[in-house]
């Protein structure tokens, strides 16, 4: 299936109480799937290790606001919340078709355990959807999933306070060096 995509972000004057706000903005601007609406909320203690202190299935339209909000009596400064839901990207099997694909957005409190020591995290889906496809000659949805991902970074530049974000993989390559690659 092929490693990750991530786009993390480092917030300027991050402070752990405002954790559901973080999140809810991240959500007003996060494009959820049209095709695959709900999710599933989740909030954590100290790692993913541990069993999450809440987990909501979440059916249909989401209201944001709620969502940032179920998760507040749990705010301490070694939580995380995580939305595991879908957005709408073209997938290749066997031609390509516009399919939800999984997604998560995490945002974590500072004594959380954390990648990269990041505040925020989104798991955008396999990195294959971000890179031209061997089988196909087709750009245009290739295109489309990496202006997806650029568009989402652009609207949370917007709505969030960022000091600095990083789109990488787990093959801690540089994402962008790999797609020039491809287009060379």
Known sequence: MG??????????????????????????????????PGGILRVHAVSF??????????????????VAGLGREFLHVDCAFSLETHWDLWTWDGEWALQPARVSIEVYAPEFESARGEHLLVDAGPE??????????????????????????????????????LLWSDTEENFAERLEEYLD
């Open 3 to 36: 490693d990750p995509l991530f786009l993390s972000y480092w917030l300027k004057g991050f402070q752990p109480m405002g954790l559901p706000v973080y999140f809810e903005k991240a959500l007003e601007v996060f494009p959820l799937s049209k095709l695959r």
């Open 128 to 165: 294959h959807l971000f890179l031209p496809n061997p089988h196909s000659d087709q750009w245009r949805p290739v295109q489309s999933n990496i202006r997806s991902v650029l568009h989402l970074a652009q609207d949370l530049d917007g709505a969030l306070p960022v000091e600095r974000r």
């Open 49 to 66: 290790n541990e069993p999450p202190q809440l987990e909501r299935v979440l059916a249909g339209d989401l209201d944001l606001k709620q």
